[in-house]
T-cell receptor, first 116, second 108 residues
Framework: GAVVSQHPSRVICKSGTSVKIECRSL??????MFWYRQFPKKSLMLMAT?????????EQGVEKDKFLINHASLTLSTLTVTSAHPEDSSFYIC????????????FGEGSRLTVL | DAKTTQPPSMDCAEGRAANLPCNHS???????VYWYRQIHSQGPQYIIH???NNETNEMASLIITEDRKSSTLILPHATLRDTAVYYC?????????FGTGTRLQVFP
């Protein structure tokens, strides 16, 4: 089946620094990727929709200058958490559509960010 | 907002069928019912989807009522590895909005 990989799986950083999380579709081209965040024991919250070659579309309440998304190629999207603070600590998950059945998305393993 | 309602938790004995209900009374004619699950600290995994007809694959069966206002995901022989949060999602695009899901605990 289709594989989506995220890197790093875990990252710890100091307050004020920026962290980049990569999402790669390993065996298919993904014109659209989605970024979610998840707090402990909570559901996934959609942050933004990332389209190759264009600006990401952010959900209401998500700061675009805080969470920079770049989708430079059909197999790679990146999420950069800028000037991270402890409240940004969360589980970040990406998903990708390979343009098949609507709604059938492939998810990465997730990246756990801890900001000290 | 999610358009579905699911019980917050369910238990199931190993080897028995797990029947997970989902209410989607406001579903539109062109919206599909999708089921995903998330095992602890992993990304969600696609299980099955349907529009009107009942569906079956190697993982599960999906029963959709005739009026499409509710559905049931059936894991025919639950195993301990099926312990996860199960999400029922109603969509007609790739933009998945997750509700709170059902936390299924399979016990020995």
């Amino acid at each position: 089946g289709a594989v989506v990989s995220q890197h790093p799986s875990r990252v710890i950083c100091k307050s004020g620094t920026s962290v980049k999380i990569e999402c790669r579709s390993l065996d298919f081209q993904a014109t659209t990727m989605f970024w979610y965040r998840q707090f402990p024991k909570k559901s996934l919250m959609l942050m933004a929709t990332s389209n190759e070659g264009s600006k990401a579309t952010y959900e209401q309440g998500v700061e675009k200058d805080k969470f920079l998304i770049n989708h430079a190629s059909l197999t790679l999207s990146t999420l950069t958490v800028t000037s991270a603070h402890p409240e940004d600590s969360s589980f970040y998950i990406c998903s990708a559509s390979r343009g098949g059945r609507t709604g059938e998305l492939f998810f990465g393993e997730g990246s756990r960010l801890t900001v000290l | 907002d999610a358009k579905t309602t699911q019980p917050p938790s369910m238990d199931c004995a190993e080897g028995r069928a797990a029947n997970l209900p989902c209410n989607h009374s406001t579903i539109s004619g062109n919206e599909y019912v999708y089921w995903y699950r998330q095992i602890h600290s992993q990304g969600p995994q696609y299980i099955i989807h349907g529009l009107k007809n009942n569906e079956t694959n190697e993982m599960a069966s999906l029963i959709i009522t005739e009026d499409r206002k509710s559905s049931t995901l059936i894991l025919p022989h639950a195993t301990l590895r099926d312990t996860a949060v199960y999400y029922c999602i109603v969509i007609n695009t790739d933009k998945l909005i997750f509700g709170t899901g059902t936390r299924l605990q399979v016990f020995p």
